[in-house]
């Protein structure tokens, strides 16, 4: 998932300024302000009875730490694991999970590693995984650790033969909707367009302006930079471009797909005055009744329940629409879950311990326990009929565009901060959106060839059928 | 005189072991968190030093070019030098009026100072997010209070041209409670004698501030410019809290929008831990150290000649 929204909703943010000056006050007495875990219990997760009978024999006794960034429903889940099938298989094997806020976890997860510190495994994100490959500090995972033929990644994950990766699960872009702002409008889910411009038109029903022009209420909130990048990058795929050339020394930043598709995001805002950056972030304005749509990605599912548990049942999801109106050739991107990850600079005996958790957590039941937790869709074909994962609302909308979704692979590490300045360019300022593709393009191109790259976009394979 | 040599030498024996007790872990700390560490910094800056590596190629002066051909250092360094333009003669003029104002409260003295103090203790993590939500341009109570009185609206942080007025509008706020108590503290020391002479020879209000309160205070006004412009220079936190993901919600890249907020130590933190380019990160801290320095040093130069009497 991605990191948590900042935004506040009118109601908290009227408690916040209320309590402000107390917090301010109590914060100054020695407190400092972190990330504060949600307090919303996550759905409950069905764990099966423990197997210990079926375990392998592990020779280390002791205690594995485990690192996780902040996702409740994901960290019930491990819990669950550990209390019900790993502490009953191996009583001596304590496993100590540490939820991190996403802010801090990227950074610490990079510095401990580094020094070759840090827990013996870790969830990891994709943005980070290709850091930590580069400098050689991940085991791969072995020929017969799972299925690799029902896995969706192993596309996308394999590099000099080896598999580097287990994703957890997979998000991508959909449209979340209102139940009740539809029902009242006589629209039906079904009725919502899967060709841009129809579904546009639709959402362009539902603004409404004060008498000075301004937008009081939206067609379709997207306000994210995350969404941002993840539509440009849809877009992208849409038209059949690519983000780099094939051997990923150059980005395609500045080619007409890209620069398409930066044009659409700022017209989105400009043009079609389906949002605006004056309401607050993503999830926060849909869940507060502000726009009928959400342009959003899978991971929001979670932080919508958690942060407007009345809203839970009012809303659903449909597929992303497309330029066409047809998947091809693409659905757009698709970004994985990734999954938890052994680093190999610790006794070779923790490292096998280490390893038979992940593969406890990441296969049979358990992987199912984990898809329903993290409202994600399934790494694995087989589970794609599994009534478990298709009954969860949201994911179905997730899984039925799966097969035409695009993977790039690595997300090169510098070019978040060049895409936030070419999006607040198009978007805040109604720059050129030519321009600012250009001038993205150019920096990256400086980068890219410094490293090497693990691009995987042009592994896409359209369904044939 | 043997038994007084003798005596000499035990004391002096005393005296040294004392002073060995004293300062040896002292100067060891000094050297090792804080000798150590700028010496390390300076020998990475010469390297492209990348975190994982062992081995930390020397590559000369080619990251201090580098920094001085990117343009996103080159921004951060201009949005920099503006935020110490505009935060330190303000915080520090606000501070002096402050302090000049609390002076003269008589028993409300205390409470004032207490009430302007209160941000300096006060976590700037908590306050920088309570500003934030204040300069949300929807809900804000910054625009409630301009749509009161019929102004127009403004978009604060996530105007380009705007932004990094609101994190030194919060930076002025912030750190002006500690200036004025440095001032207050200043203007105890200043001798009731020299109001006394000055009125007797007929100085009006105006005349008193600039021809004894201000000259009489200069020792505390050097120490003030000094610690608000090296604040300024090394500013952080707010910008952090204040400008990450401006449009949005995740918690990374700080510095929006369009670099507009982003100032040295910012871009240093994104280069050196984010993008784990150490060496670069070191060479930007040690551009910066140098400014510091130099900084300082002109100041420290221009207040003695100036004031100096």
Sequence with gaps: MK????????????????LGGAAAVL?????????????????????????????????????LDLWDWEFPVRQK?????????????????????????????????????????????????????????????LNPFPEDFTDWNDRISSTFVRDDGKIRAIPSGWFMDMIYY???????????????????????????????????????????????????????CDLIYEQGGWMYNEDGTKSLWDEEPAINALQFIQDWYHKYQLDSVDFPAGY??????????????????????????????????????TLSGKPTPSWGLFCPEEGLQVFNYFSADMQEACAEFVKGITTGDSEVDLVVGNICAPDSRKLFEDTRITSVPTVKAMMDTMPWRVHPGERPIEAEKLWRTMFDSVILTKGDAKAAAQEAAKAINIELPKKKRYFTERNYQPPTA | MEAGTKHKSIQWGGRGAFLLATLLPLGAAFLLFWIYPIAAAAVFSFTNWHGFVSQTPFIGLANYTRAFQDPIFLQALRNTIVFVLITAPVGIAL????????????????????IYFVPVITSVIATAFVWRYMYQPQFGVFNQVLSLFGLPTQRWLLDPGQALLCVAAF?????????????????????????DAARVDGANGWQVFWKVTLPLLRQTMMFVMVTTIINGLQVFAPVYIMSSAIISGGESAPGGPMNRTLVIVV???LMAFKELELGYGAAMGMILLVIILVATLLQLRWLRARWDY
């Excluded at chain 1, 914060?27 to 997760?45: F, K, V």
């Excluded at chain 1, 209390?83 to 100590?96: C, F, L, Q, R």
């Design chain 2, 171 to 195: 930076a002025i706020w912030q750190g002006v409670g500690f200036n004025m108590v440095i001032f207050l503290a200043g203007l105890t020391t200043i001798d009731s004698v020299y109001y």
């Design chain 1, 3 to 18: 990191p948590r929204q900042r935004s506040l909703n009118r109601r908290e943010f009227l408690k916040a300024m209320g």
């Design chain 1, 284 to 321: 926060t304005s849909f869940g507060n009744g502000s726009a009928p749509f959400f342009f959003g990605s899978g991971w929001n599912t979670a932080w919508i329940y958690n942060d407007f548990p009345d809203f839970k049942d009012k809303f659903d999801t449909v597929p992303a629409p």
């Design chain 1, 27 to 63: 914060a100054s007495c020695g407190g400092t302000a972190t990330t504060q875990a949600p307090t919303q219990p996550p759905p409950p997760i069905a764990v099966p009875p423990t197997a210990a009978q079926s375990a392998k024999t592990l020779t280390y006794k002791g205690t």
């Design chain 1, 77 to 137: 889940v491990y819990q669950d694991f550990i209390d019900n099938k790993w502490t009953p298989a191996y009583p001596d094997i304590k496993v100590n999970m540490q939820a991190l806020p996403w802010g801090d976890m990227e950074t610490k997860i990079l510095t401990v590693a580094s020094a070759k510190n840090g827990p013996p495994m870790s969830n990891v994100f994709f943005f980070w995984r290709y850091e930590l490959e580069r400098a050689g500090v």
């Design chain 1, 178 to 232: 209102n139940k009740e702002m539809l029902d009242k409008a006589g629209i039906k889910p079904a009725d919502i367009p899967t060709k841009m411009d129809d579904f546009i038109k639709m959402a362009q029903q539902f603004i409404q302006k004060d008498n000075d022009g301004k937008l009081t209420a939206l067609g379709c909130i997207m306000n994210d930079y995350w969404q941002h990048e993840y539509l440009w």
């Design chain 2, 95 to 114: 501070g002096l009026l402050l302090a000049l104002a609390i002076n003269r409260a008589g028993p409300l003295t205390q409470l004032f100072r207490t």
């Design chain 2, 267 to 269: 871009y240093q933190w």
